[in-house]
């Protein structure tokens, strides 16, 4: 996970002064190299997975705590081996010895209700299936985003505010405002809203408070006028769940998945409560705690089943939406465990997983001095110098938790991918005692590709299956490497020039990106193809993908890859001055027509950004584009936004950290949310053309009796 840039509005939290220190120590690594001196890392000898002596710390199957008392123990092993190996965050664990705990929740007689346990709310209503508007990984499993659509009505969600549009319009316009509400309840609360989910017309908003330490999941339900309802919030003790590429909540069959984290030693352990708590909060404006409960204890945990020095509890929840209001809390089954520092959430239709790996702070950096001399670039690590991994699997119907021995890192979450009885990744397959990597530019980055049988998963960690790996050829430079899985292959790509973004006007051209095509029933038959670009973006689209990247400083390329019998690169168009703004996958969206022709948008800008943002606050324009059946492009034009009207005022979360411009298709339907601005466009031939424009922040004037916002008028174009 990456820590979110801190605003004026925020104080650093300790999970986020870590991962600063880890991106500072990152850019600094030679330096450190050269000043490091003699410490007690070297009385240690080994990482912290290769020291037997930490065995106590770990078990060979997922095993439970016993209660508190086995969990102070646990503490006592993990503060006592960390001294012992100097390390520095040491001193921030609790001993365990003197600290207090709640006691695990007893069980109820069979007959009482006991206002700890998990609640289920009986009644569920049954959600309308909603227009899935939003670029997610995998089918059937909805993504958090910045706006969904519920029937007639798309809801858009920036600033801590709730938008939502009409779409049959009224008066004559196409399109027409329905309502706004805000999120927040306080405007001096440390809270930024970043994602929605949507299920039938229940709206699902996850923030994170720096002020609570908590991740907060707020409901709300929409009319059939399409105005806002608000019903409850929720907060879940954890620390940012925020990362710059992948999405901390996902929607599947009705359910809530979310993958929240706690570092060990941000626990508090000196309170009653240390574990996890649900919080639920009075709807009303003054924001009342009405109840709490513990959402687990240290009965409910796994132990780690890997030797970590740095733990974190991880807890994967998923959790029922679609209850009638006023449940005392959200009904969640939740699987807590310790795991590694580095982690990556991915969820298919049936399963969440998260791969766990020991972090960047548990290397021995006097050990890289000696390890950069006797290491060689080219040669390719084996299984065993690998670094090891764990892949928890938690069943979404059931809650139930397994695990699987793996090795190295992916990339990202579009690096793994689970398919009938097949659970895949592509790794990175680095000596983790060789900084090669950082050390010399021009040595190779090895990576591997993962393909187990389910069944792998179980009770017990067991040990790497050395069948399950196939090493691929190295690839020039880790930095920019983009991978994505689609049915029936594995399409990864670097560019050789190290990295993708648009160069100075004086600077040479980039170096052109390529692409390696791995099918999944052959994976030895490995080809590669050349762009005639760099490689910037890598986005599955059909049967096919869609490539971005730049030469210079003319606009942005596209090239489109066909899969279907020889792979090939069909087209290439060139954006001309125009170039991409956002980083998200969810920037990219595309809709394919029965006949597999395409149209397709990103969002991009005149003036060419030195880097391309994850995120960017200024509105960018929608730039479209049409494939067709042959695979050729056709550019149609753009929808651009005006900016949000001067009198509007932004309170909370006014940074768009997961980006707020979107290509929207929807029916028949092209929309684009550019900023503060919907905007229609329809075709006339090869050229979109807008025909309505709604600015969400239009000057409001009166307010309403019923304490609602009075509706703008939407302007429809000639």
């Given at each position: ?5 801190l605003?004026?509005?925020v ?11 880890r ?8 330096t450190?190299?050269?000043l490091a ?15 037997r002596?930490l065995?106590?710390?770990r ?10 008392r ?8 993990l ?9 520095w965050?040491a001193?921030?664990?609790?001993d365990?010895s ?10 109820c ?89 949507v299920?039938g ?15 907060e ?22 620390n940012?769940?925020y ?24 626990l508090?352990?000196?309170e009653?409560q240390?574990?996890p ?7 009303a ?6 109840a709490i ?14 030797s ?24 969640c089954d ?70 699987a ?9 579009f ?66 490497l ?10 990864y ?14 600077s ?10 791995l ?12 762009l ?14 869609i ?9 942005t390329?596209?090239?489109?890859l ?24 969810h920037?990219?969206?595309a ?13 991009t800008?005149?003036v ?22 042959d ?8 929808l ?79």
């Amino acid at each position: 996970m990456s820590c979110r840039p801190l605003s004026s509005k925020v104080e650093p939290s300790g999970s986020e002064v870590r991962a600063m220190k880890r991106q500072w120590m990152a850019l600094t690594i030679a330096t450190a190299f050269l000043l490091a001196s003699s410490s007690a890392w070297s009385q240690a000898g080994r990482y912290a997975y290769e020291d037997r002596r930490l065995d106590a710390l770990r078990s060979e199957t997922l095993t439970r705590f016993e209660g508190e008392r086995d969990f102070r123990r646990y503490l006592r092993t993990l503060r006592r081996e960390a001294e012992r190996r100097g390390v520095w965050w040491a001193e921030d664990l609790p001993d365990g010895s003197k600290q207090k705990f709640a006691p695990d929740a007893a069980p109820c007689d069979p007959d009482e209700v006991c206002e700890a346990d998990l609640i289920v709310v009986t009644g569920s209503r049954i959600a309308a299936p909603n227009p899935v508007i939003t670029n997610s990984q995998e089918a059937g499993v909805d993504e958090g985003d910045t706006v969904k659509q519920i029937g007639d009505h798309l809801v858009v969600l920036q600033d801590g505010r709730l938008f939502s549009v009409d779409l049959r319009g009224n008066a004559g316009m196409p399109i027409a405002f329905a309502d706004r509400i805000d999120v927040y309840t306080d405007p001096d609360r440390d809270i930024w809203y970043d994602e929605m989910l949507v299920s039938g017309n229940r709206i699902i908003v996850t923030g994170y408070s720096y002020e609570d330490n908590a991740s907060e999941i707020t409901l709300l339900d929409l009319d059939a006028q399409g105005r806002f309802v608000r019903l409850d919030a929720f907060q879940i003790s954890s620390n940012d769940y925020y990362d710059v590429d992948n999405y901390a909540t996902r929607l599947v069959n009705g359910r809530l998945v979310v993958h929240v984290p706690l570092y060990i030693a941000d626990l508090d352990f000196s309170e009653d409560q240390p574990w996890p708590v649900m919080r639920r909060w009075e709807s009303a404006p003054e924001r009342q705690q009405s109840a709490i409960r513990q959402m687990f204890g240290a009965r409910d945990i796994f132990r780690p089943v890997q030797s970590v020095l740095q733990p974190v509890l991880h807890t994967i929840s998923s959790c029922r939406i679609n209850a009638p209001a006023g449940a005392p809390f959200l009904d969640c089954d939740t699987a807590a465990f310790i795991g590694g520092e580095e982690s990556e959430f991915y969820v298919s239709p049936a399963h969440a997983y998260l791969w766990s790996a020991p972090g960047f702070d548990e290397t021995d950096p006097e050990q890289f001095i000696a390890a950069v001399e006797r290491c060689a670039a080219k040669d390719s690590p084996d299984a065993r110098d690998v670094l090891p991994a764990a892949v928890y699997r938690m069943e979404l119907a059931s809650g139930r938790l397994e695990v699987a021995a793996a090795a190295g890192m992916p990339n990202d979450q579009f690096a793994l991918d689970s398919a009938g009885d097949r659970f895949r990744a592509l790794v990175s397959w680095r000596d983790p005692h060789c900084l090669q990597a950082w050390a010399d530019p021009n040595a190779r980055t090895f990576l591997a590709f993962v393909d187990m049988p389910e069944h792998r998963f179980g009770q017990r960690l067991g040990h790497l299956s050395p069948r399950d790996y196939m090493r691929l050829p190295g690839i020039p430079s880790p930095f920019g490497l983009e991978n994505r899985f689609t049915a029936d292959h594995l399409v990864y790509g670097w560019s050789r020039g190290g990295y993708s973004y648009v160069p100075h006007e004086d600077s040479l051209p980039l170096k052109t990106g390529r692409l390696a095509i791995l099918p999944l029933d052959e994976p030895d038959s490995v080809m590669t193809l050349d762009l005639t670009h760099s490689l910037l973006r890598l986005e599955v689209l059909g049967d096919g993908l869609i490539a971005t990247g730049y030469v210079h400083t003319e606009g942005t390329h596209l090239s489109r890859l066909e899969l279907a019998e020889t792979p090939r690169i069909s087209d290439t168009i060139l954006l001309a001055n125009r170039f991409e703004t956002e980083g998200r996958s969810h920037a990219f969206n595309a809709t394919v027509r029965p006949d597999g022709s395409a149209l397709l948008g990103l969002p991009t800008a005149i003036v060419p950004p030195r880097f391309r943002w994850w995120f960017r606050s200024t509105q960018s324009d929608i730039s479209f584009l049409a494939l067709n059946t042959d695979g050729a492009f056709t550019q149609l034009g753009e929808l651009s936004g005006d900016g949000e009207a001067e009198a509007y005022v932004c309170e909370v979360s006014c940074v768009d950290w997961y980006g707020n411009s979107r290509p929207i298709f929807t029916g028949d339907r092209i929309f684009a949310l550019s900023g503060s601005d919907i905007i229609e466009g329809r075709l006339f031939g090869d050229q979109l053309k807008p025909v309505a424009r709604l600015d969400l922040t239009a000057p409001q004037d009166v307010q309403q009796p019923d304490g609602s916002l009075p509706v703008p008028e939407s302007s429809a174009l000639n």
